[in-house]
T-cell receptor, first 114, second 111 residues
C-alpha cells in the first residue's frame, strides 16, 4: 500500500458525460501527479500540482482539468467524454517537486466510456 | 524525439534464475531514471532509481545498471521469485518532475 488513495476504483459512463476522479496523497506529500495509462499510449503524464498550484503540464486534453485543494487532495475532471478516454487514471504523490522526488502511485481509477 | 522504450515486451524465466530487463532511452540529457513494477490491477510500485552520474546501484535482490554511452538501462533481479511476475517499466525524469515511461516488459516467472 503506497498510502495514495483514489476513488472511485471503477467508473462506467457514457460518451459526452463528465466525471470527477479523486486522489488523496500520502500524508506529508505536497505534490500530486496525474497519469493516464491506455493500451495504445502507455503511461502518460497529464499534470502536476504542488501545494495547490499547477507546476507542470503534459499531454492533457483541453476537455480535462484538475485542481489541488487546500487539504492537498486533488481532483481530475474529464468532460465531453469520448470512447478513447477509456483508460486507467493514476494519481501519484511526492514530498516535493524536484528532479529526484520519488513518486508513489495510487491504485488507479479504471474508466470505461461506452 | 524524447522517448524511453523497452527492448523486449515479454520475458519468461524459471524460478530461482536471474532476470535482466532492458531499457533504451533517447534523451542524453536525462538526469534520473527509475524502475517501477506494476502488478495486475495495481498502480506502479517504485523499485529502484539511479542518477545519471552513477553507473550502478544495488537494492535488495535488484541492481540497476546505467550505460550512458549507449543510453541503456537495465534492471537485474536476482533469484527471481513468482512474486516478481509483473510488468516492469523504466522511466526517466529530465524535466524536473514529470516521468516519461517506457512501454513495459511483462516478466513471467515459471515455477
Amino acid at each position: 500500500d503506497s498510502g495514495v488513495t483514489q476513488t472511485p476504483k471503477h467508473l462506467i459512463t457514457a460518451t459526452g458525460q463528465r466525471v470527477t476522479l479523486r486522489c488523496s496523497p500520502r500524508s506529508g506529500d505536497l505534490s500530486v501527479y496525474w497519469y493516464q495509462q491506455s493500451l495504445d499510449q502507455g503511461l502518460q503524464f497529464l499534470i502536476q500540482y504542488y501545494n495547490g498550484e499547477e507546476r507542470a503540464k503534459g499531454n492533457i486534453l483541453e476537455r480535462f482539468s484538475a485542481q489541488q485543494f487546500p487539504d492537498l487532495h486533488s481532483e481530475l475532471n474529464l468532460s465531453s467524454l469520448e470512447l478513447g478516454d477509456s483508460a486507467l487514471y493514476f494519481c501519484a504523490s511526492s514530498e516535493g517537486w524536484g528532479l529526484e522526488e520519488t513518486q508513489y502511485f495510487g491504485p488507479g481509477t479504471r474508466l470505461l466510456v461506452l | 524525439g524524447e522517448s524511453v522504450g523497452l527492448h523486449l515486451p515479454t520475458l519468461s524465466v524459471q524460478e530461482g534464475d536471474n532476470s535482466i530487463i532492458n531499457c533504451a532511452y533517447s534523451n542524453s540529457a536525462s538526469d534520473y531514471f527509475i524502475w517501477y513494477k506494476q502488478e495486475s490491477g495495481k498502480g506502479p510500485q517504485f523499485i529502484i532509481d539511479i542518477r545519471s552520474n552513477m553507473d550502478k546501484r544495488q537494492g535488495q535482490r535488484v541492481t540497476v545498471l546505467l550505460n550512458k554511452t549507449v543510453k541503456h538501462l537495465s534492471l537485474q533481479i536476482a533469484a527471481t521469485q513468482p512474486g516478481d511476475s509483473a510488468v516492469y517499466f523504466c522511466a526517466e525524469n529530465n524535466r524536473g518532475s514529470r516521468l516519461t515511461f517506457g512501454e513495459g516488459t511483462q516478466l513471467t516467472v515459471n515455477p
